[in-house]
């Protein structure tokens, strides 16, 4: 999620990219305010994030797990940096995320506990903004104002997070994933009002708890958050998310488990100095079909680099 930096010189201090904070599926449901906001050439983040999650947590909607009590406690690595595409802005982004899962569930109707600790499967984004971003030098992108962006990216789910196929619950998925996703935004002052709409697309899972064949229809997602930008380069986000499919097939029989979720969250970004910038977000799931009914709250610390500043 990056923070936006603007031409306003207190804003232009507050860049920051705050990614995935959960393994698996999750990457259907995250809301990412200013996704396509953007960028400098040639500026550099390192972030560092922790989040907190509670609640029917899945990372695999196929499970038979019911009455889950779960949690989540995850911390990540991830780097990202701003390009020139072609004259257009773009960026290129990493996430490790390491996790530790615990807790309690119903398992084909038998009480199971878990815990488990590790990495998650990293994750590798590229993005490019077509329309009304384009690659600027620090200098030029003092006199840049916002209007209406369109962007899209492509974000690929590496599968080498921990993974024990006798147990059912694991940090990674065992599978390849591929997200494209296409977005708009549009600046009216201080306020930004952004739409994403994207699909997940998932590889087989051959060895699924015990040898058996997993496979999983595409996710789809759509997303709204409306920002408000204040004096100092602080600025805050209200969003909702929509995803639905990702229906299981297992073995060749079909399962009964599509998803039909709805999550809003809240996000406050607040710069420290040019360099350094806080974020904080919180989520929660407002309406649930299947085994993602779950709330998290993150903190994520930014430093960025590069570009002249």
């Not at 209007?147 to 974000?155: C, K, M, P």
């Not at 009964?256 to 999550?263: E, F, I, V």
Request: proline share 6%; net charge neutral.
């Amino acid at each position: 999620m990056p923070l936006r930096l603007t031409s306003h010189p207190a804003r232009h201090r507050c860049a920051a990219t705050l990614l995935a904070l959960l393994a698996g599926p999750a990457a259907a449901q995250e809301l990412e305010p200013r996704a396509y906001s953007n960028l400098p050439t040639g500026l550099n983040f390192l972030i560092a994030a922790y989040a907190h999650s509670r609640g029917g947590l899945s990372t695999e909607p196929s499970l038979p797990v019911e009455d889950a009590h779960l949690q989540i406690d995850t911390a990540l690595i991830a780097y990202a940096r701003s390009l020139d595409l072609w004259g257009r802005s773009g960026k290129v982004d990493l996430i490790v995320p390491v996790s530790q899962l615990s807790g309690s569930a119903l398992v084909a109707g038998q009480p199971r506990e878990r815990e488990v600790s590790g990495s998650g499967d990293p994750r590798l984004r590229l993005s490019m903004n077509f329309l009304g971003a384009p690659a600027l030098s620090t200098k030029e992108f003092a006199g840049f104002q916002p209007d209406l962006v369109v962007g899209a990216s492509v974000q690929v789910g590496i599968p080498i997070g921990q993974y024990d196929p006798s147990k059912l619950i694991n940090l990674g998925t065992n599978r390849w994933s591929l997200k494209p996703d296409i977005g708009f935004s549009k600046t009216f002052d201080a306020l930004t009002v952004d739409l994403t709409a994207g699909v997940t697309l998932f590889g087989h899972n051959d060895d699924y708890f015990g040898g058996q064949r997993l496979e999983q229809a595409p996710i789809y997602s759509i997303q709204t958050n409306i920002s408000h930008a204040f004096a100092g380069g602080i600025w805050a986000a209200l969003g909702a998310t929509y995803y639905s499919g990702g229906r299981t097939t297992l073995n060749g029989v079909r399962k009964d488990d599509g998803l039909a979720n709805t999550r809003v969250g809240l996000t406050l970004a607040l710069p420290i100095n040019r360099r350094h910038s806080i974020k904080f977000n919180a989520s929660g799931g407002i309406s649930t079909r299947t085994g993602t009914d779950f709330d998290t709250l993150g903190v994520a610390w930014q430093y960025r680099w590069g570009a002249g500043i």
